[in-house]
């Protein structure tokens, strides 16, 4: 499979403690973007790497959370000391030219 | 900044029959790209079609089409002879310009296809 993975695909994680996903973009795109997906909303922008750099970050984006995307190949994003309004689906994704962007099957977080 | 606006919540749309969901943009980028979404019950957001500002068509892809009209701000999904398999949440989305590549998407339309 060529598409972009996540990992896990659900995760169960009590309150205060730490997570992280991690995304695999489709080899090559030197793109990837993290989104955040509440119920009944459209996905929301966290962050957005160009190759190892990232280039622009949301306000959406606390302290407690960091995202890294170390040699531009596999993303991950950590939340520390979750809180029950984390619980949302996070989804990456990755494109070459700006006529794309694909997306996995996301990581579906719940935080109790 | 960029915003995605999708005034149907849901739509209900007998099977074979055409559907049009609505989009309309705002936007201060003077090229941008627009695009369109379905994401079923199982999670996962599959791209349909784009459509960039300067296109002078407007482009299809399969039973997809994108009803663009620039000067109007819209970029309405036409879907020909709707299937059961249609029945998702359709988003649309948009990109700016380099320096502004981050997708902005509404808050979607739920079709349900009725056999």
């Known amino acids: 499979d060529t598409g972009v993975s996540q990992n896990p695909r659900h995760k169960i994680t009590k309150r205060g403690q730490n997570v992280t996903f991690r995304c695999d973009p489709i080899s090559e795109h030197n793109r990837l973007y993290w989104y955040r997906q509440t119920l009944g909303q459209g996905p929301e922008f966290l962050t957005y790497f160009q190759n190892e750099a990232q280039l622009e970050k949301s306000r959406l984006l606390s302290d407690r959370f960091s995202a890294e995307r170390p040699k531009g190949s596999f993303s991950t994003l950590e939340i520390q000391r979750t809180e029950q309004g984390d619980s949302a689906m996070y989804l990456c994704?990755?494109?070459?030219?700006?006529?794309?962007?694909?997306f996995g099957q996301g990581t579906r977080l719940t935080v109790v | 900044a960029q915003k995605i606006t999708q005034t149907q919540p849901g739509m209900f749309v007998q099977e074979k029959e055409a559907v049009t969901l609505d989009c309309t943009y705002d936007t201060s980028d003077p090229s941008y790209g627009l695009f369109w979404y379905k994401q079923p019950s199982s999670g996962e957001m599959i791209f349909l079609i784009y459509q960039g500002s300067y296109d002078q068509q407007n482009a299809t892809e399969g039973r997809y089409s994108l009803n663009f009209q620039k000067a109007r701000k819209s970029a309405n999904l036409v879907i020909s002879a709707s299937q059961l398999g249609d029945s998702a949440m359709y988003f649309c989305a948009m990109r700016g310009n380099f320096g502004n590549e981050k997708l902005t998407f509404g808050t979607g339309t739920r079709l349900t296809i009725i056999p």
């Open positions: 994704a990755s494109s070459f030219l700006p006529n794309e962007a694909f």
